[in-house]
């Protein structure tokens, strides 16, 4: 059976930071790429970074580079995303995603992403 179980979210102040960890099991990890999307009430799912897990490629959404770092440990299948300088519009339900990292489509593109985790919530305060 195929898993993605996101962890790490809370409840932060502006300016702090979270890690969020996405454990896979049940697919061959290393054949796979990793996106992390988040959603906000009342808008769409957005691509916020990804890892192609063989080569260690990253990709991130202008709207984090440089505050937030994603990264693999291939040992324990383990994607991380580490969130630096949060800001209110950060806040929302994060989700780790698997697919395969062949498919031709943009990594942000989310209908292209063959697993889900069940998300876990991010709150930024002022």
């Known amino acids: 059976e195929v898993q993605l179980v996101e962890s790490g979210g809370g409840l932060v102040q502006a300016g702090g930071s979270l890690r969020l960890s996405c454990a896979a099991s049940g697919f061959t990890f290393d054949d796979y790429a990793i996106g992390w999307f988040r959603q906000a009430p009342g808008k769409e799912r957005e691509g916020v970074s990804y890892i192609i897990n063989s080569d260690g490629s990253t990709y991130y959404a202008d709207s984090v580079k440089g505050r937030f770092t994603i990264s693999s440990d291939n040992a324990k299948n383990t994607v991380y995303l580490q969130m630096n300088g949060l800001k209110l519009e950060d806040m929302a339900v994060y989700y780790c995603?698997?697919?395969?990292?062949?498919?031709?489509?943009?990594?942000?593109?989310?209908?292209?992403?063959?697993?889900w985790g069940q998300g876990t919530q991010v709150t930024v305060s002022s």
């Open positions: 995603a698997a697919r395969n990292p062949e498919y031709g489509s943009s990594w942000y593109v989310d209908y292209e992403y063959d697993y």
